[in-house]
């Protein structure tokens, strides 16, 4: 049988592990062993940064409507129709613009997909103000985007730039793949 024994309030509340991003990849992040409190136990420093990767880097469930020929949806089945009134489904958008070519306004789609993704950020109270910049580099056939979160007294709070699957696809058979 399991046993819920609550945390005394000196201690630490749990938080869930670090998720660290190599471009390609998403995985756990482990403390060192030299870790004074948690030696090579995962690391739990980086909360925001990890929710910043769950939200962009997890494929979000679309409607069917947005498919293309031959695509299957992705992402949590259970948003499909385990959502509550004030939740929307986890994860990008981003993952649909996969097979496209790097067409004329593709920075606006790229922006707004990433908006929605970090919205819940918003929505918790988390940041308070979220800035994208997009760039598109067509001779080096890649998409690039800058995250920038913001605390409530208006403080630069996360930082990170991001480059989309047409530059990371060259030599590697399975992209999509860890």
Known sequence: MLKIIPVDDGDDPYRA???????????????????ADAPGDFRA????A??????LMTDRRVDASELRDGDENRGWIGDSFDMGPDEQPLGSRLWLLRRSAIYDGIEVKVEAYVREALQP??????VARIDVAVAVDRPGNKV???VSLYGRDG?????????LLWDQINGVEYPLSG
Do not use: M, R
Request: no cysteine.
């Open 17 to 35: 592990p670090d998720l660290g991003w190599d471009g390609e990849v998403g995985d756990l992040l482990i403390n060192p062993i030299t870790h």
């Open 45 to 48: 420093e980086q909360g925001l």
């Open 50 to 55: 990890t929710a910043v990767l769950i939200y």
């Open 121 to 126: 950020l918003l929505s918790v109270k988390a």
């Open 144 to 146: 690039s985007y800058q």
């Open 155 to 163: 403080a630069k709070i996360y930082d990170n730039k991001f480059e």
